[in-house]
């Protein structure tokens, strides 16, 4: 071999690996709705979810509060005495399912 002919073989070589990185990235973009082998690479970066804060511990008010409400959408019909007997039941389940010990 020539050394003309060795000098055209490195010539081509940084031009190979600039089509070969060509087609990596561009592997990419496809459109067809399936990912390609580098879409990872290009995707941008999903931000961590915030924790969620600890649900803070069953009150009797905030029981009370919860339960007016659900009166209020299913037995809004209802007088205030028959309610209030409502509301009092489901306060006391409240409170016993958060005294429960969890398991």
Do not use: Q
Not at 50 to 72: D, I
């Amino acid at each position: 071999m020539t050394a003309s002919k060795s000098r055209n073989k490195f010539r081509s070589l940084p031009a190979l690996a600039l089509l070969v990185a060509a087609a990596a990235l561009l592997a990419g973009c496809e459109t067809d709705g399936t990912p390609g082998p580098f879409a990872a690479l290009s995707a941008p970066a999903k931000p961590a979810e915030p924790a969620k804060p600890p649900e803070p511990p069953m009150t009797r008010s905030r029981a009370a509060s919860e339960c007016w409400m659900g009166t209020e959408k299913g037995s809004a019909a209802a007088n205030l005495d028959k309610r209030a007997d409502i509301v009092n039941k489901c306060i006391d389940d409240k409170m016993k399912t958060a005294a429960a010990p969890k398991s």
